[in-house]
């Protein structure tokens, strides 16, 4: 069984309204019946665009928002159920690293008072020496200079502080991490820092990360299993290298087809899909499958009418689209025209031409 | 010779790790700014010397308070006497020292402000670390409680201040005590409004997340992370209040439900109204309370004003 596993979870947040009884008027379907599993020692990477519910999912884990429907299995215990000073006392095992290194850290608390404050609440290294000694410990291991202890949060740089976020989640000795934009906030050179950090830590200390991002490199170099969100539910799944090298719903081919290649050659010549329009207002979902108004492989049957479930294809790799087979064989049709295949070249003559008629 | 130069550099090493382990907290930084700022110097030094003024008044003045000077003043033929060598700021209506007065009524000025500051303070910032730490933490029946506990500060607000002050005054009787208990009574939904409202900002941040998810208890949360974070305004909203509470407890006696005792304990705001009668013939005799009074309110507020910029995390340069 898998360290962690969460099956449909839904959060929806009621909409109210009114002067002085509160009325439902509606929900925001935030998560929608996520299915996933982490297994001890791995690294999950979850992607997908600002507003796709991947946030809400990874605090729904540790319960900071409320679960309205489902299971978070975490070593046999469902953590849905679990009263609130049970949850508590878990919490200890699943620590979160948040995308704002400085936000996330109180301006007026030192870094010794930062650090202590997870041990006192679970009652880890009694004495304040022992505590002070773990500190200074995991502070090594973070990369960050012992006299750190008595200073505070903004008297750090991005990068430190990111440590200092993931020190504080370390000294509870968790079993899972979850990283909600780990590296988001930060520099790119800082970023690689970060993120090699994090690996090394994982082997170290055998951590087992759940990785939130919307940066595709970031969550490959990191991820073991990607899964790719779209509007609060998962629309594929599957090993890192499987889904980079064959992205098999039209979402992720989406995804993948807007990072640019580093070699110029490939770069003007290849194939970028374009979507178009917004994401859909997750507070009231397109029926059917949540992508079909943007999708370019949209059918007429099906798509618009029943929502696709994430279904096993082979070799681990699961896929929520009807006609995902249909498409990887290329017996079905781009019914809309927001591919955009004309290469560089191409557009600069025609920039070129105009002038001349 | 070399021993030499690795010894200063281990001096220098030694020197520069004191200086960057000490560590600046916000509160020190804010502090420095403070005495940087011009602004602070000068509300400052006004405080200064109205303490001073407050602790030695009653033994530096010249006259007693009670002290008349009878035959020189006569008030229905409006003959005042003027400031003069023997009286510096002339004599009031009733032929006394209004130097020695004022000097004697420094003290119960401060203490007008500074105790009905102190009631509205930590009255409302009960009721609004009360409310703010129901509305971030206590879930949905927290949110409840707040909402009444706010209508309820929403009501007091909504009443004229004066008018608020004048009925518990009228309630509780003429007194000293009652002044301050009126005004400080309507500092009280100021405070609550600011403290709470400051606490749900706080409560919605990052680092309030971080503090639950470590597993951390809910109150330890509002003690240690949501309340020193909050209380920045509040700081700044007691050294301007202070201010507005002289200015209000003479608003306060000018209506006749200030001090009943005058003759022996003067204060500024009652000189100020005792004046008010007599200012087509003796402007002066009003001039110098008020001038105290704005004085006085013009070094709380600027101290005051400085310590916002310097609290802003925003300035921070």
Not at chain 1, 8 to 28: A, E, M, Q, S, W
Request: glycine share 8%.
């Amino acid at each position: 069984m898998s360290l962690l596993e969460l099956d449909d979870v839904k959060v929806h947040f009621p909409v109210k309204k009114g002067l002085i009884f509160d009325r439902t008027v509606g929900h925001v379907y935030a998560v929608d019946g996520v299915s996933l599993s982490v297994e001890e020692g791995q690294t999950y990477g979850l992607v997908g665009e600002s507003g796709c519910g991947k946030t809400t999912l990874g605090r729904s884990v540790l319960r900071l928002v409320d679960i309205t429907d489902g299971s978070v299995n975490f070593d046999g215990t469902d953590l849905a159920k679990l009263p609130a000073e049970e949850m508590r006392t878990f919490r200890r095992r699943l620590q979160m690293v948040f995308q704002d290194p400085l936000g996330s850290l109180n301006p007026r608390q030192n870094i010794e008072s930062i650090l202590s404050e997870g041990m006192a609440a679970h009652g880890i290294g009694g004495t304040r020496e022992e505590r002070r000694e773990k500190i200074r410990d995991i502070l090594a291991k973070v990369g960050l200079p012992a006299n750190a202890l008595a200073r505070y949060p903004h008297e750090f740089s991005g990068g430190q502080r990111q440590r200092i976020g993931i020190a504080r989640a370390l000294v509870l000795e968790p079993d899972v991490i979850i990283c909600d934009e780990p590296v988001s906030a930060l520099d790119v050179s800082i970023q690689a820092q970060v993120i090699n950090l994090l690996e090394e830590l994982q082997e170290s200390l055998g951590l087992t990360y759940l990785v939130i991002a919307h940066d595709l490199a970031v969550v490959r170099h990191i991820s073991d299993v990607i899964g790719v969100m779209y509007l609060g539910s998962l629309v594929e799944e599957a090993p890192s290298d499987a889904l980079y090298a064959e992205p098999r719903h039209p979402y992720t081919k989406a995804l993948m087809s807007a990072v640019p290649v580093p070699d110029p050659e490939v770069e003007d010549r290849r194939e970028r899909i374009l979507l178009t329009g917004d994401l859909p207002s997750p507070a009231n979902p397109p029926a059917g499958c949540r992508f079909h108004t943007r999708c370019p492989w949209a059918q007429d049957t099906l798509c618009a009418t029943e929502r696709p479930a994430l279904k096993d294809v082979g070799g681990g790799h699961k896929v929520a689209c009807h006609f995902a087979a249909e498409i990887a064989a290329g017996t079905v049709e781009r019914t809309a025209a927001s591919v955009v295949p004309a290469t560089r070249e191409e557009m600069a003559d025609r920039v070129v031409e105009t002038p001349a008629e | 010779m070399s021993t030499k130069t690795d010894k200063i550099d281990r001096l220098a090493e030694l020197t520069a790790q004191q200086e960057s382990s000490s560590g600046a907290s916000l509160w020190r930084e804010a502090l420095k700014r403070l005495r940087a700022s011009k602004m602070a110097l000068v509300g400052a030094w006004i405080i200064a010397v109205f303490l001073l003024l407050a602790i030695i008044g009653p033994w530096v003045a010249p006259y007693a308070p009670g002290q008349q000077w009878r035959g020189e003043v006569f008030v229905n033929r409006a003959e005042f006497v003027g400031a003069r060598a023997e009286n510096w700021f002339g004599l009031d209506h009733l032929g006394r020292d209004i130097f020695s007065r004022m000097l004697v009524g420094a003290r119960q000025t401060l203490l007008l402000g500074v105790v009905s500051t102190l009631i509205g303070l930590s009255v409302g910032a009960l009721i609004g670390s009360f409310s703010g730490a129901c509305a971030t933490l206590g879930g949905r029946v927290g949110q409840r409680i707040d909402s009444v506990v706010m209508r309820c500060i929403d009501i007091m607000l909504a009443l004229p201040s004066l008018l608020l002050a004048v009925s518990v005054a009228a309630v509780l009787g003429q007194s000293m005590t009652t002044v301050m208990i009126a005004i400080g009574v309507v500092q009280i939904p100021v405070f609550a409004r600011l403290l709470r409202g400051a606490m749900l900002v706080q409560g919605g941040s990052d680092y309030v997340l971080a503090a639950h998810s470590l597993g951390i208890r809910k109150r330890r949360i509002v003690l240690t992370q949501i309340m020193p974070n909050s209380l920045s305004p509040v700081i700044v909203q007691a050294t301007l209040s202070l201010a507005t509470a002289i200015i209000e407890a003479a608003a306060l006696s000018f209506l006749g439900l200030g001090n009943p005792d005058s003759a022996k304990n003067p204060e500024w705001g009652v000189m100020l109204t005792q004046a008010q009668n007599y200012a087509d013939s003796a402007p002066m005799m009003a001039v110098y309370p008020a001038l105290a009074i704005i004085i006085t309110a013009l070094g709380f507020t600027l101290l005051g004003e400085a310590m916002r910029e310097a609290l802003d995390p925003k300035l921070r340069g």
